[in-house]
T-cell receptor, first 113, second 116 residues
Framework: QKEVEQDPGPLSVPEGAIVSLNCTYS??????FMWYRQYSRKGPELLMY????GNKEDGRFTAQVDKSSKYISLFIRDSQPSDSATYLC?????????????FGKGTRLSVIA | EPEVTQTPSHQVTQMGQEVILRCVPI?????FYWYRQILGQKVEFLVS????????KSEIFDDQFSVERPDGSNFTLKIRSTKLEDSAMYFC??????????????FGQGTRLTVV
């Protein structure tokens, strides 16, 4: 079983839609959960992170973690064309400086004006 | 805004040749990383580097790979004898010493390595 699974999409939505992006994982040691956004020809950029279970909101973005189901989500409200990018989930067991991140494959999102 | 800079943006090399990928991390950062992404695949961890030595490495990071911080600003990844399967986007990243809290890893824009 792969450590982190993420539906690669592509996902195409109209402007203003609510977008739901998801990842599942198998390693119960993961404690830190991150969402990165990657624009074409750019490196990943950290959007949000959460520790353990629960929700975290930042503007139009909400990250959710359900450790009992080993399932994380990113919701984007009022999606904009500028949100068009690939969204990568990433996770780790620890968050000291040298801890490797384990990434999902990324979901390509297109928001159509 | 400070950023991680990688050169070159694209490198084409013949199989068996040595390549050096270069990175300038953010100046006050203490942890340095290399990740790679084969086309259509996940971003995969290669190696982390702290205090002038490797602190973690993955199974991918075998004897063909080495890293170095030759001076106070550059961080390099060397592949000694490239194989076709080394073709990928290579990302350098750096982070501060967060003292146990979240240390955000800032990624460079990547170097696309094509081995022919």
């Amino acid at each position: 079983q792969k450590e982190v699974e993420q539906d690669p999409g592509p996902l195409s939505v109209p402007e203003g839609a609510i977008v739901s992006l998801n990842c599942t994982y198998s390693n119960s040691a993961f404690q830190y959960f991150m969402w990165y956004r990657q624009y074409s020809r750019k490196g990943p950029e950290l959007l949000m992170y959460t520790y353990s279970s629960g929700n975290k909101e930042d503007g139009r973005f909400t990250a959710q973690v359900d450790k009992s189901s080993k399932y994380i989500s990113l919701f984007i409200r009022d999606s904009q064309p500028s949100d068009s990018a690939t969204y990568l989930c990433a996770m780790s067991a620890l968050l000291v400086g040298n801890t490797p991140l384990v990434f999902g494959k990324g979901t390509r999102l297109s928001v159509i004006a | 805004e400070p950023e991680v800079t990688q050169t070159p943006s694209h490198q084409v090399t013949q199989m068996g040749q040595e390549v050096i990928l270069r990175c300038v991390p953010i100046s006050n950062h203490l942890y340095f990383y290399w990740y790679r992404q084969i086309l259509g695949q996940k971003v995969e961890f290669l190696v982390s580097f702290y205090n002038n030595e490797i602190s973690e490495k993955s199974e991918i990071f075998d004897d063909q790979f080495s890293v170095e911080r030759p001076d106070g600003s550059n961080f390099t990844l060397k592949i000694r004898s490239t194989k076709l399967e080394d073709s990928a986007m290579y990302f350098c990243a750096s982070s501060e010493d967060g003292g146990g809290g979240l240390t955000e890893a800032f990624f460079g824009q990547g170097t696309r390595l094509t081995v022919v």
